[in-house]
């Protein structure tokens, strides 16, 4: 049976449970009030999005009916709280999981840029790895992800993920960094990530 292509909400609410399943295990699954917060973080988003508990609700019942999302109750767990399914269904190796999670939350990028904002996530070795992981997306059946192709001026290839359906080529970002200071903008993302990740694993202790 034929896969439909998610919404944006519902990209980035698979997004959120991929990317806290791996970067706070300690605070996986997540309520729906962590989940919201998740999708509303200015860090590691493109678009920021502002969303309800009701749209996110909504959404999570649609994912939960496309198998990609479920509820977790009992063993202690005293509210309900949610999970991706995705990684378990799809038999996807943390590589991967890390991956797609960073392309549903930020959109097409490149090999580069994919490893250094994953490192919250998983810490990868070298581009090689990466690499790797990338075409196993691509080779999968049906396919996650789709290698764009080299936009005028840039040294790599964008990737895409394809949970929302086919992508087209659009321009790649105006006038990128150069990598040094690519790199430096995508730390200082990652250090910002982890911070507001501390503080709401704080602030959930007393909800």
């Not at 508990?53 to 909504?58: D, F, H, T, V």
């Not at 992981?133 to 764009?148: D, G, N, S, T």
């Amino acid at each position: 049976m034929e896969e439909s292509p998610l919404e944006p909400l519902e990209q980035r609410i698979l997004g959120v449970l991929l990317e806290k399943e791996l970067s706070t295990p300690e605070y996986y699954p997540l309520t729906l009030n962590a989940l919201v917060n998740g999708c509303n973080q200015s860090s590691n988003r493109d678009p920021v999005m502002r969303v309800g508990e009701a749209a996110a609700q909504e959404a999570l019942e649609r994912l939960r009916d496309a198998r990609l999302a479920g509820t977790v109750q009992g063993g202690g767990i005293r509210v309900v709280k949610y999970a991706q399914r995705l990684t378990e269904g799809r038999g996807l190796s943390v590589q991967e999981a890390a991956l797609l999670a960073e392309l549903l939350l930020r959109g097409p990028q490149t090999p580069g840029e994919l490893r250094a904002r994953c490192t919250r996530m998983y810490p990868f070795q070298d581009l090689g790895e990466v690499e790797a992981a990338l075409e196993l997306l691509v080779q999968a059946e049906p396919p996650l992800a789709v290698k764009l192709p080299r936009s005028p001026g840039m040294k790599e290839s964008r990737c895409a993920q394809l949970l929302g359906g086919p992508v087209e080529a659009g321009p790649a970002p105006v006038q990128p960094p150069a990598p040094g200071l690519a790199a430096r903008v995508a730390a200082l993302e990652d250090q910002v990530a982890r911070l507001q990740e501390a503080f709401e694993a704080f602030r959930r202790q007393f909800e």
